[in-house]
């Protein structure tokens, strides 16, 4: 019978830091800070990246992209101070500007943006100019 209660604590403990450990992500937690969205060929890539000591679970994370109207979603963990790379098909309607979001979908919040080139919008940080052909996009503000 103790064994029982234990158990259950125990199970209950692991179930309550599981839960608060992945739990919405915060504006700034996870940074949209390199793209790579004009191939000569091949495809596009996007690169976060964890700026917290804790690990992230990407599972309620999109990257929505306005010039080609739709989004990336994300899944896995992103370890703490980690980052990731991955790949999107090439789109010629994203080269001479976007503008990227990173939400997160359960609370429907703007945890990262940014804009380059031609497309803007009041309150994300904007690069002058849209990343050429073989080049990348960096970030350099949080």
């Not at 992945?22 to 790579?36: I, M």
């Not at 090439?90 to 990173?102: K, V």
């Not at 919040?109 to 080139?117: F, L, P």
């Amino acid at each position: 019978m103790k064994k029982d209660i234990l158990l259950g604590l125990f199970m209950g403990l692991v179930a309550l830091w599981s839960q608060s450990a992945f739990a919405a992500v915060n504006p700034g937690e996870v940074v949209l800070n390199e793209f790579y969205t004009n191939p000569s060929s091949g495809q596009e890539w996007y690169e976060i990246l964890n700026t917290t000591s804790s690990p992230i679970s990407l599972s309620d994370l999109r990257i929505e992209r306005s010039a080609t109207g739709d989004s990336l979603p994300l899944s896995g963990t992103l370890p703490a101070g980690g980052i990731l790379v991955f790949t999107a098909n090439s789109n010629p309607s994203n080269d001479a500007g976007d503008i990227l979001i990173l939400r997160d979908t359960s609370s429907d919040t703007m945890v990262s943006a940014v804009s380059y080139g031609t497309s803007t919008q009041d309150g994300v940080d904007h690069l002058d100019t849209a990343p050429g052909v073989g080049q990348s996009g960096i970030r350099l503000s949080g």
